[in-house]
């Protein structure tokens, strides 16, 4: 088992969420940073899939009840093992009885406790990821607190200490032009490319506001509730971008000018409250490419990992 004892922040129990299922109204919840929370489970040898602890910014201190091989990815946290401090994508063996502290996150804004074998919570629709909105899947449906212990998968073992090096996080994210794209007037389209976008402080895994030039459109749209998902760029009246995030709804009726990438959704979740981020235009050869990349990284982990 794992026992919280100290939870000051937003962390729930997440994997690479549901899938097939929003034509039925239901979310897809899972990571916000899809490559991170990969990369710590095949570093430990799991399943890309496994469940892991998602911590945002903030604290969080756990206690292991059996030797534990664990590593914490996604955002850089300032965090120790019983004092000893622990650095992130590096693999380490907690002893049972060694407790874990997250202190603050230094860089980035996501982080994950992965662990050997994976968090045993219940799949719920195929997954065990934790549905904020819905309070349903990882552990209880909700966020993790203080008392609360969740079942570790696999067996007590030891693993050799091992590190890898994180691909670096950008705030230039690539984006394709949306359906909706020439709804925009020309003005608007190179203010969306060439300008930058603070990140504003009521952002959430449902959606990253971001703050800038307004968008305005060639007339007013009404446009029916639509398929929306992770990395839709829509534009509401205020003519501020949203991009839906991993919480996000499966419709909505706003215009919408661009698409995130999948392969930069990872980094688009590390940027903090009142960074600036860039967008990119991208032609889908240039996003399958990005995505090559990342398989690549991951399939060099997985290649490590085994060897040690």
């Given at each position: 088992?794992?026992e919280?004892?100290?939870?000051a922040?937003l962390?729930?129990v997440?994997?690479?969420?549901r899938?097939?299922?929003?034509?039925?109204g239901?979310?897809?919840?899972?990571?916000?940073?899809?490559?991170?929370?990969?990369?710590?489970?095949?570093?430990?040898?799991?399943?890309?899939?496994a469940?892991?602890?998602?911590?945002?910014?903030?604290?969080?201190?756990?206690?292991?009840?059996?030797?534990t091989?664990?590593?914490?990815?996604?955002?850089?946290?300032?965090?120790?093992?019983?004092?000893?401090?622990?650095?992130s994508?590096?693999?380490?063996?907690?002893?049972?009885g060694?407790?874990?502290?997250?202190?603050?996150?230094?860089?980035?804004?996501?982080?994950?406790?992965?662990?050997?074998?994976?968090?045993?919570?219940?799949?719920?629709?195929?997954?065990?990821?934790?549905d904020?909105?819905?309070a349903?899947?990882?552990?209880?449906?909700?966020?993790?607190?203080?008392?609360?212990?969740?079942?570790?998968?696999?067996?007590?073992?030891?693993?050799q200490r091992?590190?890898?090096a994180?691909?670096?996080?950008?705030?230039?994210?690539?984006?394709?032009?949306s359906?909706?794209?020439?709804?925009f007037?020309?003005?608007?389209?190179?203010?969306?490319?060439?300008?930058?976008?603070?990140?504003?402080?009521?952002?959430?895994?449902?959606?990253?506001?971001?703050?800038?030039?307004?968008?305005?459109?060639?007339?007013?749209?009404?446009?029916?509730?639509?398929?929306?998902?992770?990395?839709?760029?829509?534009v509401?009246?205020?003519?501020?971008?949203?991009?839906?995030?991993?919480?996000?709804?499966?419709?909505?009726?706003?215009?919408?000018i661009?698409?995130?990438?999948?392969?930069?959704?990872?980094?688009?979740?590390?940027?903090?409250?009142?960074?600036?981020?860039f967008?990119?235009i991208?032609?889908?050869?240039?996003?399958?490419?990005?995505?090559?990349?990342?398989?690549?990284?991951?399939?060099?982990?997985?290649?490590?990992?085994?060897?040690?």
């Open positions: 088992m794992l919280i004892l100290e939870c922040t962390a729930s997440q994997d690479l969420g899938y097939g299922l929003r034509r039925l239901i979310g897809h919840a899972g990571a916000m940073d899809t490559l991170a929370l990969k990369a710590g489970n095949l570093l430990l040898q799991n399943e890309e899939n469940a892991a602890i998602e911590v945002a910014l903030g604290s969080i201190s756990m206690r292991f009840e059996r030797d091989p664990f590593c914490l990815t996604g955002a850089v946290y300032q965090a120790d093992l019983d004092g000893e401090s622990v650095h994508y590096w693999r380490y063996t907690a002893r049972a060694q407790t874990l502290r997250l202190i603050r996150a230094v860089h980035g804004m996501y982080g994950y406790v992965c662990v050997h074998g994976g968090l045993d919570v219940a799949e719920v629709l195929g997954a065990r990821s934790t904020l909105k819905a349903f899947g990882g552990h209880q449906g909700r966020n993790l607190k203080a008392g609360d212990r969740i079942a570790l998968g696999g067996s007590a073992c030891e693993m091992i590190g890898i994180p691909i670096p996080f950008t705030n230039r994210i690539h984006a394709l032009p359906s909706e794209y020439t709804a007037t020309r003005n608007a389209h190179y203010r969306f490319w060439q300008n930058p976008w603070t990140l504003q402080s009521d952002s959430n895994r449902m959606g990253y506001r971001f703050g800038g030039s307004v968008l305005n459109k060639v007339k007013e749209i009404e446009m029916l509730s639509h398929a929306v998902q992770f990395g839709t760029v829509q509401p009246p205020s003519g501020q971008p949203i991009v839906l995030m991993a919480d996000t709804q499966t419709t909505g009726g706003y215009p919408k661009a698409t995130v990438v999948a392969a930069d959704l990872g980094h688009l979740a590390q940027i903090r409250f009142g960074s600036k981020v967008f990119q991208a032609t889908p050869q240039e996003a399958a490419k990005l995505k090559r990349h990342n398989e690549a990284y991951l399939h060099q982990i997985g290649v490590i990992a085994k060897k040690k």
